[in-house]
């Protein structure tokens, strides 16, 4: 029995949740409901794609260059950045924005709510690499609820006998019709770090509009975002729990050359906006104690 056979077998409710493979032998999981159909890789429980049938475009971008890779992230969808956000505070040599978004994660359970949406908790396999980066005895699940929203609970348990400090972000990739006509709502007048200026402290003025590369952590900022688009027409509704930094990312045309994964133009349609705890709001975590971050996405048209 090949692995995605045996998790059919063990976790599949029907036809709305179903495992394959790729020929690396990476696991997908297909979601496909009346309300939404969404894809995942459990490597690095990295979500691909989320589309409620209300919408013609799906809600996550995806760079069309994109192939599930062995220990390679994905550039697009939902990865997840832990145990820490950004490069390593103290050891430049370990990767960026941590190790779970490479590693492989299992399926705890299963199931499809009673309003249609698929449900599905997925375990952070602590490999021997990743242990060798992170030497502490901690556990991180995801929890996802895909449907008409997207809800992910990422939750880290310290089971360690001394605290643990965390970053953390769910880098979500969101899909907009031009970069150039698009602007953020909810931050105005929160502090941010401008990573584009050698991290500078700055305030918010006013939405946030874009005209080339931007990468900021806005600090102690708990408020749901939206992502106004004036191309698709569109709205999307970030609110979030557990979280107490929003990171704004796009890299515009030369980063997105540089960083070659993005393929043509693909940086026009996108824009991050992650839930995170970074810089200013790592979160300590004692002995025996847990932490969840989460989210819910909804996309509205006007
Ligand atoms: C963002 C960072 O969160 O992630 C950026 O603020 C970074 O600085 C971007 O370039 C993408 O990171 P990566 O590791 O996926 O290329």
Not at 20 to 38: C, H, K, N, Y
Not at 216 to 227: E, F, G, L, P, S
Not at 253 to 282: H, I, L, Q, Y
Request: with cysteine.
């Amino acid at each position: 029995m090949t692995i995605s056979e045996d998790l059919n077998r063990r976790f599949s409710p029907g036809p709305q949740l179903t495992f394959g493979e790729t020929a690396d032998g990476l696991v997908v999981a297909a979601i496909d409901t009346p309300q939404a159909s969404a894809a995942l890789c459990l490597q690095g429980a990295h979500v691909m794609t989320w589309r409620p049938k209300t919408q013609a475009e799906p809600v996550l971008w995806l760079s069309g260059l994109a192939k599930p890779t062995p220990g390679k992230s994905l550039r697009g969808g939902v990865p997840v950045c832990w145990p820490w956000f950004g490069p390593h505070a103290t050891d430049g040599a370990l990767p960026a924005h941590g190790f779970a978004r490479t590693v492989p994660w299992r399926v705890a359970a299963a199931g499809v709510l009673g309003d249609g949406a698929v449900e599905l908790a997925l375990e952070l396999v602590m490999t021997a690499s990743a242990r060798g980066m992170w030497p502490r005895r901690v556990r991180a699940g995801l929890r996802l609820v895909i449907g008409e929203t997207f809800r992910a609970e990422l939750t880290t348990v310290n089971e360690d006998d001394a605290e643990v400090v965390i970053g953390e972000a769910l880098h979500t990739y969101f899909r907009i019709g031009d970069i150039a006509q698009a602007r953020v709502r909810g931050l105005e007048g929160c502090e941010y770090l401008d990573k584009v200026d050698g991290g500078a402290r700055k305030r918010q003025d006013g939405a946030i509009g874009f005209a080339g590369e931007t990468d900021r952590i806005y600090v102690d900022t708990k408020a749901a975002c939206v992502i106004e688009d004036d191309r698709l027409r569109r709205r999307i509704h970030i609110a979030k729990t557990g979280s107490r930094s929003t990171v704004v990312w796009t890299p515009w045309t030369e980063k997105a050359d540089r960083m070659g994964d993005f393929g043509p133009e693909g940086w026009r349609a996108m824009v991050c906006v992650e839930s995170a705890n970074a810089a200013d709001n790592r979160v300590t975590i004692a002995p025996g104690d847990n932490h969840t971050l989460s989210v819910e996405y909804r996309a509205e048209n006007f």
